[in-house]
């Protein structure tokens, strides 16, 4: 599933291709007709990321929102628009370029009422200005739950997902089961700023890369990483494989559905 750095991307790329300008909205497949003769013909507002939602706006009560979850993709191309290819839940064109939508969790229209809502039942982002870490930090204090599943629950933290949980919590030497209330407001201080760092170099390049300049392939004469997912990591998806640092075979469990990484040496 695509994590939050990747949205906040699409909506740069969606308000800079269309806000301004009246677009066309049209649901080839015909799951969202409904959703998009509510804004086919009206002005593109704006675009914007919360966690790992995108929201379309197009004025008084007529959002967009799109949630990909784990198969939806864009596609972006320039003018002229060709016909469809394969099952296209929403398109949109404007001026210059035109940008399909497939295999969403959720594409609908939301009123004002509804996105707050959505806003409210989210944590923090921390690629937002507006974000309020504190109010992630009084939902942890107390908790019994493990950080590293508190990480992935969006209604604590939103955008951060399997990589940059475990990626943040090694760069820190963070236990991963650690309960929410054995941390102290500092330690919770460091992981979200660490997180803002990572999202926000993830926004900038497009990949996620978490390894210190040191660790980094050249300097320590190793291969490059070779994943689907890209980018050099410490221990994401390296279960078995020797921890860049100390050599300790990285760790791997289930943890609330989803693979934990960690390594046992650098985050006893």
């Known amino acids: 599933m695509p994590e939050g750095h990747t949205l906040h991307r699409l909506a740069r790329l969606h308000h800079k291709r269309y806000a301004g300008h009246e677009v066309a909205v049209d649901s080839p497949q015909g799951r969202f007709a409904i959703g998009a003769s509510l804004v086919n013909g009206r002005v593109f507002e704006s675009a914007e990321a919360i966690g790992k939602h995108l929201l379309h706006h197009y004025g008084p009560d007529r959002t967009v929102h799109v949630h990909l979850g784990l198969y939806g993709k864009f596609a972006e191309q320039p003018r002229p628009v060709t016909p ?26 939301l009123t004002e009422e509804e996105v707050d809502v959505l806003r409210d039942r989210l944590g ?19 908790s019994r ?48 700023e660490d997180l803002k760092e990572l999202m926000e170099y993830g926004v900038r390049v497009g990949r996620i890369d978490t390894v210190r300049p040191e660790h980094e392939p050249e300097a320590m004469g190793r291969a490059p990483r070779e994943d689907r997912h ?28 989803r693979n934990l990484y960690w390594c046992p040496t650098c985050q006893a």
Not at 104 to 109: E, Q
Not at 128 to 138: C, F, I, S, T, V
Not at 145 to 154: G, H, K, P, R, V
């Open 145 to 192: 739950t493990s950080i590293a599943a508190l990480l992935m629950d969006q209604r604590i933290v939103a955008g951060a997902g399997n990589i940059f949980r475990a990626e943040v919590l090694y760069r820190l030497g963070i236990p991963p089961l650690t309960p929410g209330r054995d941390l102290d407001e500092a330690t919770w201080k460091a992981i979200w």
């Open 230 to 257: 890209g980018g050099e990591v410490y221990v994401y998806r390296r279960d078995s494989q020797p921890c860049l640092v100390c050599g300790t075979p990285v760790a791997t469990a289930k943890l609330v559905a």
């Open 124 to 142: 923090p982002d921390p690629l937002r200005a507006d974000a309020d870490p504190g109010k992630a930090w009084r939902r942890i204090e107390n």
């Open 84 to 109: 469809p290819q394969g099952l296209v839940r929403m398109r949109v064109i404007g001026p210059t370029h035109w940008t399909d939508l497939r295999g969403p969790t959720a594409c609908d229209v």
